[in-house]
């Protein structure tokens, strides 16, 4: 083969190559085939390693956080509601799992569902505790930061009844992750209506002026165990929604008093 030719057929090689990834037919060609290798992810259900950690909230009674490399799933039991979120945007998905409904919420506009209300009817205000300090310890096998917190400062003479009911100090656990990023901690923290703080939220137990014990957040237990990655997604024929409240209340209402317990 002589020089001539073979610089003929590395050229034609170059030129087939480039008009290839320029031409848009082929282009779109390329895109639809990586969308329907992606659906087919979705549809299989690929399997990962998730930690299971159940939970029980004064809020939001008997809960379950899913965390993985997929995703994070919360599933509040008595509402029929689960929260979902997935890399790579991690936005906040809220769904009713009974009336197959769901919302997207915008990005950085996710509202806790109870936190909205929930402190205007108890005394019982976990926003005023404030950390104090940290210690490293371990809960239920798990490698933990222990925040020792503090609320209102001790009760005086002539204080009032209601100023006893005021947390006067808290132990939170809080385990660190890099899976789930800090927004998306920080809703869950938002929906359990509990301190922020860097970590997936695990118990909180707080003492108030009374010295009355609390178990506003409590840890069951926590196991590890193969997940389909559709936990993270939201299923098939589900219907979207326009407003968070009308998960609950098929659009006629948007009394958010209804995604309290106890409604």
């Known amino acids: ?26 282009a779109l060609s390329k895109e639809k085939s990586n969308t329907k ?9 690929k399997s990962e390693q998730a930690t299971i950690y159940q939970q029980q909230s004064k809020v939001l009674g008997s809960c379950q956080l ?29 769904l009713n799992t009974a009336q197959r409904k769901y919302f997207i ?10 936190a909205m209300t929930v402190n205007l009817y ?5 926003s005023i505790l404030k950390p104090r300090r940290t210690e490293k310890t ?14 209102e400062p001790a009760l005086k003479a ?14 939170y656990w809080v385990e660190p992750t890099t899976l789930i990023p800090p927004p998306v901690v920080q809703n869950i923290q938002e929906m359990y209506v509990i301190p922020l703080a860097a970590g997936i939220p695990l118990q909180l137990i707080t003492v108030n002026n009374k010295s009355k014990v609390e178990n506003e957040l409590l840890l069951l237990s926590v196991k590890s165990r193969t997940v389909s990655a559709k936990e993270f997604t939201i299923p098939e024929k589900y219907t979207q929604v326009k407003a968070q409240e009308d998960l609950l209340t098929d659009g006629t209402s948007a009394d958010v008093l209804q995604l309290l317990p106890g409604n």
């Open 1 to 26: 083969m002589t020089r001539q030719l073979q610089i003929l057929m590395i050229s034609s090689l170059i030129l087939t190559t480039t008009l290839s990834l320029s031409d848009p037919a082929i």
């Open 37 to 45: 290798a992606a659906q087919t992810d979705r549809l299989s259900g």
């Open 66 to 94: 899913l965390v993985s490399k997929a995703g994070l799933r919360l599933n509040w039991h008595s509402k029929n509601i689960a929260l979902v979120a997935k890399p790579p945007l991690w936005r906040m998905t809220v």
């Open 105 to 114: 919420a915008p990005p950085g506009r996710f509202r806790a569902c109870a």
């Open 122 to 126: 108890r005394t019982s205000d976990t």
């Open 138 to 151: 371990t809960l239920e096998g798990r490698n933990v930061n222990k925040i020792l917190m503090a609320g």
């Open 158 to 171: 002539g204080d009032r009844n209601w100023q006893k009911m005021l947390l006067h100090s808290a132990d």
